[in-house]
């Protein structure tokens, strides 16, 4: 499978816990975004990655979140002492910026659950 | 800031006939890119089609087709020829141009399609 893989696909945890998601992209694929989905409502950026350099955050990523693409290859998420307004769909994505078309390939998610 | 605006919460459709899902966009960029996706339960966003601004004609894959409308800046999807697998959510998103970072996708809130034997 070439696809985006993200680990883990659930992931429940306490209020005031660290949660940590980690995405693999498309091999060759050169940028890497993160989004946020809540019931109901289409995806929301939060940040994007050209190889290793942290291109765009979002004023959705407050100060308890962290992401990081060391090496330019796979990414983490890092939430810091979790929220129950946390609790949502974690999706990553990857493109190819070479052409106009920078189509982005989106992987199943991880859905957080803050109890 | 760009906007998508998608007004159907929810559609049905009977399986073989074919349907269409609005989507309407508003952006200052002259170059962009309109975008659908399906979402099905599972909760995996799956592409579908792509339309380039300065794409004269509209896109086509497979049963899916975007009737495209610069002018009123519509980008509707068109399924044809229904099946019951295509039951799930479908999200209308956009991105400015990406050679100048506008690279992360503007989405909808989507429509429920349900497709009835």
């Known amino acids: 499978d070439t696809g985006v893989s993200q680990d883990p696909r659930h992931k429940i945890t306490k209020r005031g816990q660290n949660v940590t998601f980690r995405c693999d992209p498309i091999s060759e694929h050169n940028r890497l975004y993160w989004y946020r989905q809540t019931l109901g409502q289409g995806p929301e950026f939060l940040t994007y990655f050209q190889n290793e350099a942290q291109l765009e955050k979002s004023r959705l990523l407050s100060d308890r979140f962290s992401a990081e693409r060391p090496k330019g290859s796979f990414s983490t998420l890092e939430i810091q002492r979790t929220e129950q307004g946390d609790s949502a769909m974690y999706l990553c994505a990857s493109s190819l910026v070479r052409t106009g078309e920078n189509i982005q390939y989106f992987g199943a998610g991880t859905r957080l659950s803050v109890l | 800031a760009q906007k998508i605006t998608q007004t159907q919460p929810g559609m049905f459709v009977q399986e073989k006939e074919a349907v269409t899902l609005d989507c309407t966009y508003d952006?200052?960029?002259?170059?962009?890119?309109l975008f659908w996706y399906k979402q099905p339960s599972s909760g995996e966003m799956i592409f579908l089609i792509y339309q380039g601004s300065y794409d004269e004609q509209n896109a086509t894959e497979g049963r899916y087709s975007l009737n495209f409308q610069k002018a009123r800046k519509s980008a509707n999807l068109v399924i044809s020829a229904s099946q019951l697998g295509d039951s799930a959510m479908y999200f209308c998103a956009m991105r400015g141009n990406p050679f100048s970072g506008n690279t992360p996708l503007v989405f909808g809130k989507g429509t429920r399609l349900s497709v009835i034997a």
């Open positions: 952006t200052s960029d002259q170059s962009y890119g």
